[in-house]
């Protein structure tokens, strides 16, 4: 009864380290999303992916990569982390828009400072 | 473009007390409206989804429902509980796209 499994759970970064966020689903969904969420500001999407190989730019994707390389797995990369991507990131997923029940699944949440 | 909007940011009510958590949207061409719970430092549970075909979706002592023509959505909460304090969030998906946009949230505060 997994859903949504982000890794880790928190992480201190210095300025200018790199890191991948893991997010991994056992729902076979299509879709998956990162979102950060930063006080009085909201979720806000950075990437997401429509299906195993497709990666495409959300509201706020300056600083970050990803990669979809298998349909469970979308990870989040920051090649030279900065203190405004100090945040709270969310990995979701939900089925194709086709089908009737597209409900999102959220992850955990992964507390991310970077120093 | 979609903007997503909860009034009020914050709310405090005595236990046992019905409420009204309001969320506004400004393009009525919308796929599906989701409401979620966050506690602090947690994750988002989903609540309840309503499709833009439905009016209203029921879960416990949970209704929310949905005006499209108004972009409004409202979840009402029955006998509130100090349990059900947290943050309660909206969110819509538009129609044609992949993204859900967010609402900022209610912060919920139900007093003993």
């Known amino acids: 009864n997994a859903g949504v499994t982000q890794t880790p759970k928190f992480r201190v970064l210095k300025t200018g380290q790199s890191m991948t966020l893991l997010c991994a689903q056992d729902?076979?969904?299509?879709?998956m999303y990162w979102y950060r969420q930063d006080p009085g500001m909201g979720l806000r999407l950075i990437h997401y992916?429509?299906?195993?190989?497709?990666?495409a730019k959300g509201e706020v994707p300056d600083g970050y990569n990803v990669s979809r390389l298998k349909k469970q797995n979308f990870l989040l990369g920051l090649e030279s982390a900065a203190p405004s991507q100090t945040s709270v990131y969310f990995c979701?997923?939900?089925?194709?828009?086709?089908?009737?029940?597209?409900?999102?699944?959220f992850g955990q949440g992964t507390r991310l400072t970077v120093v | 473009k979609q903007e997503v909007t909860q009034i009020p940011a914050a709310l405090s009510v005595p236990e046992g007390e019905n409420l009204v958590l309001n969320c506004s949207f400004t393009?009525?061409?919308?796929?599906?409206l989701q409401w979620f719970r966050q506690d602090p430092g947690k994750g988002l549970t989903s609540l309840l989804l309503?499709?833009?075909?439905?009016r209203e979706q029921t879960s416990g002592r949970l209704n929310a429902s949905l005006d499209k023509s108004s972009g409004r959505s409202t979840l009402y909460i029955a006998a509130s509980q100090p349990g059900d304090s947290a943050t309660y969030l909206c969110?819509?998906?538009?129609?044609?796209?992949?993204?859900?946009?967010f609402g900022t949230g209610t912060r919920l505060k139900v007093l003993a």
């Open positions: 393009d009525s061409a919308i796929y599906n």
């Open positions: 309503i499709q833009s075909s439905q």
């Open positions: 969110a819509v998906r538009a129609s044609g796209t992949y993204k859900y946009i």
């Open positions: 992916s429509v299906g195993e190989g497709t990666t």
């Open positions: 729902m076979n969904h299509e879709y």
């Open positions: 979701a997923s939900s089925t194709g828009q086709g089908a009737m029940n597209t409900e999102a699944f």
